[in-house]
């Protein structure tokens, strides 16, 4: 197999480059040699959370590993068969389960049997998608793709604690089909949660107020819940369902931080989505550009935002798969995104 060479310092120069040439190092059984990376981030090079997503990856697919330690800049991945099976990974730090979990999904998608991870570490921290979006909008959407995952949570992990559990039943995909995603289409339903963790439940009510107020006219259905965990921590979670798709839109708390200000945020992420043609959010955008990309049909999509990230990963993809993408759009615009696959599949 051949050698691809991926510069961590390329466009927004975080982790996701990490994450998305590990999976598809995997999938392809390409070697992949990463240097430069994180090299845009204050702290450059892998952090625990890393480690942990290398580590992983090398544990389904059999990989031989260099230079996975902390801080380190460069690394080196030679993989294997993937295998599907029971796995657990435990990050011991608040790192995100999340972007864990991404990693990890696509080669086990196409592990040929079905597959059961744990992880251990933060499922509600900052600058990763929160639990309930990857359960709630970004599963579903990729079941819309014939990519069948359910989800489950036993706690929750805040920073800077951790200590969250969450699990995945990961089936084995027989074809990922293309989306055309370019409507969002009319609002059906507004829900979603205001949590609070070994806190008063009365933060989560003033969480729940300041979304509400901050969502008018707009009349969603939010429940208060108290969470598990093993630190103390608080959360909103809203989520749109349309006709033709889903977004999310969380906002944590943090010492210092207002409930009020904890409800606004996330609302209003809501309302501009909602006020915007595009069908998928951001975040959703740039995530399930993998899962389409390692289809054999075309797709496209429409999105509220052209983000960095989101070009980033198309660079990474177009590195290791047969396919060539087309973005219509300004830098942090609207914009609509086709995924063309060649005429031959790299897999």
């Not at 991404?102 to 499922?123: A, E, F, M, N």
Request: proline fraction near 5%; charged fraction near 20%.
């Amino acid at each position: 197999m051949k050698t691809i060479e991926i510069d961590g310092g390329f466009g927004e120069g975080g982790g996701q480059i990490l994450r998305t040439a590990l999976s598809l190092s995997c999938i392809t059984g390409h070697n992949l040699k990463l240097i430069n990376i994180r090299k845009e981030r204050k702290r450059p090079g892998l952090m625990p959370q890393h480690t942990t997503c290398v580590e992983a990856a090398a544990l389904i697919s059999g990989a031989e590993v260099a230079g996975n330690e902390q801080g380190s800049v460069e690394l080196s991945f030679n993989p294997h068969k993937i295998k599907s099976g029971r796995y657990t990974f435990d990050i011991q730090t608040a790192g995100s389960t999340s972007l864990v979990l991404q990693t990890l999904l696509p080669p086990l998608v196409y592990s040929g049997k079905l597959s059961h991870i744990t992880i251990r570490g933060g499922t509600h921290v900052p600058f990763s998608p929160v639990y309930n979006y990857i359960a709630e909008v970004f599963l579903p959407v990729l079941e819309m793709a014939g990519i069948d995952v359910r989800a489950s949570i036993v706690k929750c992990g805040y920073y800077p604690k951790g200590g969250g559990e969450v699990s995945f039943h990961i089936n084995p995909a027989k074809k990922i089909a293309g989306l055309d995603l370019k409507d969002k289409g009319a609002l059906l339903s507004l829900s979603g949660c205001s949590a609070v963790s070994r806190l008063p439940a009365s933060i989560a009510e003033r969480q729940k107020t300041s979304l509400i107020q901050h969502l008018d006219p707009l009349a969603p259905h939010i429940k208060v819940v108290e969470m598990p965990s093993f630190g103390t921590g608080t959360f909103v979670f809203i989520k749109s369902e349309y006709s033709n798709t889903l977004a999310g839109f969380s906002s944590l708390g943090e010492r210092g931080k207002p409930a009020e200000e904890v409800g606004r945020e996330a609302a209003l992420q809501c309302m501009e989505f909602h006020k915007g043609r595009g069908c998928l959010d951001p975040h959703l955008a740039d995530q399930i550009v993998l899962y389409l990309s390692l289809a054999r049909d075309h797709s496209s999509f429409t999105t509220s935002r052209v983000t960095r990230h989101l070009i980033t990963n198309l660079w990474v993809i177009e590195k290791f798969l047969n396919v060539r993408y087309e973005i219509d759009g300004d830098m942090n615009g609207e914009g609509c995104v086709k995924i063309i696959p060649g005429a031959t599949s790299a897999l």
